[in-house]
């Protein structure tokens, strides 16, 4: 009965709210943590993902969700939302890969702008998760209306060395290395990739109309913008993480050494916890929605913005 109670006010504080994009609004949904709480925008990793953390190439553990709902137990309130052009958010633009960073940015502090208006928050604190590290990176060379950011699974070096570890890391990859290196190496030298006889699984990370915003990521240095930034920073890293490693984390520490770092034992891409090494058993984390984010990362992230209120 008293969880029942307790489920019934959790579903009770999402609420649905929305900000004008270019052609049409950009939706999401607040959990309200109550007057006072401090505020996070869980910003979504890459491709078509949407505001629960979930995409069409397999991902169904609502990650975000999941994120939303745990901190609202914390006492954090959170925005999640459909990228533009994708999902709910389908009207805000006609093409949704005719995007850069800087427009995902700009539609971070929009965001910011409006749920400080929205809850009384003097700032906002935005949480990029994977690529939307780097779109927390990009908004926080313009501050205002931030507190501070949190890179959760972040790469630490330029995007094309990250892909290049990830493909050569499996196995099963071996025969489309001499395809996939030469065309990642074209789009970081601005030059759009011939896919007419490209091999289908390299489609998914070619296709030529995502090819303009992977040239904006591959010129993006995370390391040097993390150098850069005035806010507080908190670094979170699974060590069973198979997209994004250790290695990520600790050079964005490195390049900012006031950051805070956290790594999360057995915390895989999709934040939850897995058990041993088996590639096959960690992606089917991807798709399971009953498992719980991981506890630690909840901790992390609420005593890290509630110390800096």
């Known amino acids: 009965m008293i969880a029942a109670i307790l489920a019934a006010a959790a579903a009770a504080a999402s609420v649905p709210m929305n900000i004008d994009g270019p052609k049409g609004p950009i939706e999401g949904t607040f959990v309200d943590a109550g007057k006072g709480a401090p505020v996070v925008i869980i910003i979504p990793g890459s491709g078509p993902t949407d505001r629960d953390g979930n995409?069409?190439?397999?991902?169904?553990?609502?990650?975000?969700?999941?994120?939303?709902?745990?901190?609202?137990?914390?006492?954090?309130?959170?925005?999640?939302?459909?990228?533009?052009?994708?999902?709910?958010?389908?009207?805000?633009?006609?093409?949704?890969?005719?995007?850069?960073?800087?427009?995902?940015?700009?539609?971070a502090h929009n965001w910011a702008r409006a749920l400080r208006q929205k809850t009384g928050a003097h700032c906002i604190w935005l949480l990029g998760h994977s690529e939307g590290s780097l779109v927390a990176l990009k908004a926080a060379q313009q501050p205002t209306d931030l507190c501070g950011i949190i890179l959760a699974s972040?790469?630490?070096?330029?995007?094309?060395?990250?892909?290049?570890?990830?493909?050569?890391?499996?196995?099963?990859?071996?025969?489309?290395?001499?395809?996939?290196?030469?065309?990642?190496?074209?789009?970081?030298?601005?030059k759009t990739v011939d896919t007419s006889t490209m091999p289908a699984p390299l489609l998914k990370l070619f296709a030529p109309q995502v090819q303009p915003f992977l040239m904006d990521l591959l010129s993006q240095d995370p390391a040097a913008e993390v150098a850069a930034t005035t806010l507080p920073v908190l670094i979170v890293q699974g060590t069973k993480d198979l997209q994004v490693s250790t290695v990520d984390a600790e050079a964005l520490k490195k390049a900012q050494p006031k950051?805070?770092?956290?790594?999360?034992?057995?915390?895989?891409?999709?934040?939850?916890?897995?058990?041993?090494?088996?590639?096959?058993?960690?992606?089917?984390?991807?798709?399971?929605?009953?498992?719980?984010?991981?506890?630690?990362?909840?901790?992390?992230?609420?005593?890290?913005?509630?110390?800096?209120?």
């Open 259 to 309: 950051a805070e770092l956290h790594l999360i034992p057995n915390m895989n891409h999709v934040l939850k916890d897995v058990a041993g090494d088996d590639r096959a058993a960690n992606m089917a984390a991807y798709a399971d929605p009953s498992v719980p984010v991981d506890a630690s990362l909840v901790d992390d992230i609420a005593a890290f913005v509630k110390a800096r209120r």
């Open 55 to 107: 995409n069409p190439l397999g991902v169904t553990a609502a990650p975000y969700r999941l994120l939303a709902e745990a901190l609202g137990e914390k006492g954090v309130s959170t925005l999640r939302a459909d990228k533009r052009g994708m999902f709910g958010s389908k009207t805000a633009i006609p093409d949704p890969n005719a995007v850069t960073l800087a427009d995902y940015a700009a539609d």
């Open 154 to 190: 972040a790469p630490g070096r330029k995007l094309g060395d990250v892909l290049r570890e990830q493909l050569q890391s499996n196995p099963a990859n071996a025969p489309l290395l001499p395809i996939a290196l030469p065309a990642l190496a074209s789009l970081e030298a601005r």
